[in-house]
């Protein structure tokens, strides 16, 4: 079942500008990730936030996290065309013994 | 840099065949993970292994999957017999869990996958 649930499922932008995505997921976690997957390629990781942290910075990524919510966004600044794939959030469940849960993820399109 | 192997990077194969899969997580790593990717979803866990032992196989269709990790370092996941539907991508991932302040912190680290197809 999924616990993560990205939002949009795709978008387009062109280069230069922001894209922004969003994770909604259901039950108490450990951490939220993101990774990253190019077409037909394995997933790498990008950021990973804890539940007890509010906002992250890794270059050109923030992730922020709201526990009340139960939500996360991604923000890609000044994107470049090698940032096209999809992009997903995984959750680190607690009680899970470090078992993530992906979303559905978010298929981004930078366009030259 | 160190990464996570597997092979073959294709598969094609008729149903009712058996397949297998390998993969060669990170050296030290304790905990390895096998996914299935279907077309347009995330990964799926289908069973994660702590050194040589079953965590997790909840997911896992016992009935004609399976999955060993004899010597708590690489890993074989078959398939037999195999059907249309197991066409996906199978996934590898390895991880060194960390604990800090009591938290659980812990990042996986995947291999390019198997894509698998069944005619």
């Known amino acids: 079942s999924q616990q993560g649930e990205e939002d949009p499922q795709a978008l387009s932008i062109q280069e230069g500008e922001n894209a922004t995505m969003n994770c909604s997921y259901k039950t108490s976690i450990n951490n939220l990730q993101w990774y990253r997957q190019n077409s037909g390629r394995g997933l790498v990781h990008l950021i990973l936030?804890?539940?007890?942290?509010r906002e992250k910075h890794s270059g050109r990524l923030r992730v922020t996290l709201d526990t009340s919510k139960k939500s996360s966004s991604l923000l890609i600044t000044a994107s470049r065309a090698a940032d096209t794939a999809s992009y997903f959030c995984a959750t680190d469940v607690k009680g899970s013994n470090y078992k993530l849960t992906f979303g559905k993820g978010t298929l981004l399109t930078v366009n030259p | 840099e160190a990464e996570v192997a597997q092979s073959p990077r294709y598969k094609i194969t008729e149903k009712s065949q058996a397949v297998a899969f390998w993969c060669d997580p990170i050296?030290?790593?304790?905990?390895l993970y096998w996914y299935r990717q279907i077309l347009g979803q995330g990964p799926e866990l289908l069973v994660q292994f702590q050194d040589e032992s079953v965590v997790d196989d909840s997911q896992l269709p016992k009935d004609r999957f399976s999955a060993e990790r004899l010597k708590g370092v690489d890993s074989t996941l078959k398939i037999q017999p195999a059907e249309l539907g197991d066409s996906a991508m199978y996934l590898c991932a390895s991880s060194f869990p960390k604990t800090s302040g009591g938290l659980s912190t812990d990042t996986q680290y995947f291999g390019p996958g198997t894509r698998l197809t069944v005619l």
């Open positions: 050296s030290g790593h304790a905990t």
């Open positions: 936030i804890r539940s007890n942290e």
